[in-house]
């Protein structure tokens, strides 16, 4: 009896971990999704390009890239952590490639910047790819290149760094868009980000 207690017990530990546990390891073990990771700013304004594209199976707005676990909001926008505002994609390849990915990335950010994006300053607002392996590391840095030759920009100071710890931020950031549209566009508005974005890429 003593033995059958103690192993319900493991076992509901071992599930009560999974989730927190998946919140940090970006690693996918389904075989059928795989997790891009990038930051551009405000986390808010990166959800909705992911969201529309189909084969991006959810977003998750969080922090990463930095050294304390665990940051909260009020930490990470103080600029204390290290972190980036980021996003966690979970896409489907067979349904939407990194390159896309990428592609719908570099037209929502501005590029030319570094440690800001738009209206938000600080080292927590860097543009940055957070690739997951060899292929997202290959794939960024070849995007980047093309940026590059296209001689569009003077400089480039989007980050290309490994994929670290991914901390979920806290849940009335999710989502943001969808559960306050009025206070998100006028952020978005007062921000300057479409104006400069179509400054930057031209109009959509």
Same mark, same amino acid.
């Given at each position: 009896m003593r033995i059958s207690l103690l192993v319900l017990f493991l076992a509901a530990l071992a599930v009560l971990a999974a989730p927190a546990?998946?919140?940090?390891?970006?690693?996918?073990?389904?075989?059928?999704?795989?997790?891009?990771?990038?930051?551009?700013?405000c986390f808010w304004c990166m959800e909705p390009p992911f969201d529309k594209l189909e084969g991006v199976v959810s977003t998750t707005s969080g922090y990463t890239g930095g050294q304390t676990e665990n940051p909260t909001y009020e930490e990470v926008s103080a600029g204390t952590t290290g972190? =980036?505002?980021?996003?966690?994609?979970?896409? &489907?390849?067979?349904?939407?490639? @990194?390159? /896309?990915?990428?592609?719908?990335?570099?037209?929502n950010i501005d590029p030319t910047v570094k440690d800001?994006?738009?209206?938000?300053?600080?080292?927590?607002?860097?543009?940055?790819?957070?690739?997951h392996d060899a292929e997202q590391k290959r794939l960024a840095d070849q995007s980047r290149a093309k940026l590059e030759a296209s001689g569009?920009?003077?400089?480039?100071?989007?980050?290309?760094?490994? =994929?670290?710890?991914?901390?979920?931020?806290? &849940?009335?950031?999710?989502?943001? @868009?969808? /559960?306050?549209?009025v206070r998100y566009k006028y952020y978005r508005w007062g921000c300057g980000r479409d104006k400069r974005l179509d400054e930057l890429w031209g109009k959509k």
């Open positions: 546990a998946e919140g940090k390891n970006m690693s996918d073990n389904d075989g059928k999704t795989a997790v891009a990771t990038f930051a551009g700013g972190h =980036a505002e980021a996003l966690r994609v979970v896409y &489907d390849p067979a349904k939407v490639s @990194y390159q /896309k990915l990428l592609e719908v990335f570099w037209r800001r994006q738009f209206c938000d300053v600080g080292n927590q607002y860097r543009s940055a790819i957070f690739y569009k920009f003077d400089a480039i100071h989007t980050e290309i760094v490994p =994929a670290g710890p991914f901390y979920p931020a806290e &849940d009335y950031h999710q989502n943001y @868009y969808e /559960k306050n549209p």
